[in-house]
């Protein structure tokens, strides 16, 4: 069971119905604001179970609750296959992947799904061991947009790439030294591997990219964090892919 304290990520779930959960908040919840009645609203027009207790209950689930916890069984969207991705995609409609190269910082999981969200990424794809862990602070710093986006964990990185480029992929490694962004162009069918904090993408991953691309830089410092870098690229994705000047 995991426990959601953050209200955008508490309310995005509910709006998202796609766990099962339990609401728990408090016995004055009516006095709490706005954004606890809100909460309260959303999960009574959903059928969702309510359960009020005392505030020291709420203490002793989460340290870090604001009067509301919502506990479920998973906090993220769905665990689609590799196989009902690659069937859903169409053949004429941009699709981008996000496969993330043992993200260890949450905060910056959660960012990166909160970009993934709003370039209505396909799917992420993120190793089963040696990253972070799906779990409240990623769904905080992800304003709760943890609960739209397709995440898929995978035993082997690779394996998972090859399917999708039989599938017709175009497979793009992020890491310095590559083809500046700006003149690489994006394919319509994409796929961004975004690399370790420290390390970078790995050796083994670089490989088996059919591209690797780098964001010019021109100040002093050598390198972006990980999540900007992740919302740079998800735009040029659709940049590259969009006739609308809106994009």
């Not at 009902?84 to 959660?110: F, K, M, Y």
Request: hydrophobic residues 45%.
């Amino acid at each position: 069971m995991k426990y959601l304290t953050s209200f955008h990520a508490i309310l995005e779930t509910l709006k998202a119905e796609n766990s099962r959960c339990s609401l728990y908040i408090t016995e004055n919840a009516q006095r709490r604001g706005p954004r606890i009645r809100e909460i309260l609203d959303e999960a009574l027009s959903r059928n969702i179970s309510i359960q009020y207790v005392s505030e020291s209950r709420l203490e002793e689930m989460s340290k870090d609750q604001r009067g509301a916890i919502l506990a479920l069984d998973e906090v993220f969207k769905g665990k689609p296959s590799l196989k009902a991705l690659c069937d859903r995609v169409s053949e004429t409609e941009p699709s981008l992947v996000l496969v993330l190269d043992h993200i260890e910082d949450p905060q910056n999981l959660g960012a990166i799904l909160r970009s993934a969200d709003a370039f209505n990424v396909d799917a992420v794809i993120m190793p089963e061991r040696r990253t972070s862990p799906i779990s409240n602070a990623v769904a905080r710093a992800s304003a709760g947009a943890i609960a739209w986006v397709p995440i898929l964990r995978v035993s082997n990185l690779r394996s998972a790439i090859d399917t999708l480029k039989k599938a017709g992929y175009w497979v793009y490694a992020a890491d310095m030294g590559g083809k500046p962004l700006v003149s690489a162009g994006m394919a319509q069918k994409a796929v961004i591997i975004l690399g370790n904090e420290g390390r970078g993408v790995s050796e083994i991953l670089r490989k088996v990219a059919d591209d690797i691309i780098s964001i010019p830089m021109q100040g002093h410092v050598e390198s972006l964090n990980v999540s900007v870098s992740a919302a740079i690229l998800m735009y040029e994705f659709w940049r590259s892919n969009s006739g609308s000047s809106n994009i």
